[in-house]
């Protein structure tokens, strides 16, 4: 079974700090990764996913997110922070095929200005 | 604007009472989804629907059940059976897993 672990919960950084968020799943197959991001009081929305081919993926407001297959990764970066990026963010996966994604449990960034 | 509306925003039920969870799509997805959102536990998979006139069961439907007699609408009937079913609900749609979901606003279920 598919599976997928956020390890920080809660994460506060200042206005201009870099961002990693970490997201390791438990699946030895095809796999299709995902982040989601839910702002305050907004729908849960892609911010950008990987599939197939360059494992350094761009998504949408500067973010991006590399796979590493042998460490079962993938992590979400952002050079430079932003109030506005202050949300919940969720990584998921859908082991190829099978049509369910199994999302984390989410990390909760807080922004400082 | 094509989307996935949720309704009512907010429900309040009282114990023993089943209460059903509207979610429509307009966007001629086939498949949908209920999850649900609790603090720290992420998102989890209650049913989904491949397609008209049939669902399967997600990692937690026991005390929930579904229809799906269009491809628009996936109800959601969270039932006394469930124990704990205050919650927030999540509908979402999408034609085909790699490219991610649509989601709804949410419905915020409170039992009192």
């Known amino acids: 079974a598919q599976s997928v672990s956020q390890h920080n919960h809660h994460v506060i950084l200042s206005e201009a700090a870099s961002l990693e968020l970490g997201c390791n799943y438990s699946y030895g197959g095809t796999v299709n990764l995902f982040w989601y991001v839910q702002y305050p009081g907004q729908h849960l929305q892609l911010l950008l996913k990987y599939f197939s081919g360059d494992p350094l993926v761009k998504g949408i407001k500067g973010f991006e997110a590399e796979f590493i297959k042998s460490k079962f990764s993938f992590n979400l970066r952002k050079p430079s922070v932003q109030w506005s990026d202050t949300a919940e963010y969720f990584c998921?996966?859908?082991?190829?095929?099978?049509?369910?994604?199994?999302f984390g449990t989410g990390t909760k960034l807080q922004v400082i200005p | 604007d094509g989307g996935i509306t949720q309704s009512p925003k907010y429900l309040f039920r009282k114990e023993g009472q089943n209460v059903t969870l509207s979610c429509e799509q307009n966007?001629?997805?086939?498949?949908m989804y209920w999850y649900r959102q609790d603090p720290g536990q992420g998102l989890r998979l209650i049913y989904y629907?491949?397609?008209?006139?049939?669902?399967q069961k997600g990692d937690i439907a026991e005390g929930y059940s579904v229809s799906r007699e269009k491809k628009e609408s996936f109800p959601l009937t969270v039932t006394s059976a469930q124990k704990n079913p205050t919650a927030f609900y999540l509908c979402a749609s999408g034609d085909r897993a790699v490219e991610g979901y649509t989601f709804g606003s949410g419905t915020r279920l409170t039992v009192v």
């Open positions: 629907s491949q397609i008209v006139n049939d669902f």
């Open positions: 998921a996966v859908n082991s190829g095929g099978y049509q369910k994604v199994t």
């Open positions: 966007l001629n997805h086939d498949a």
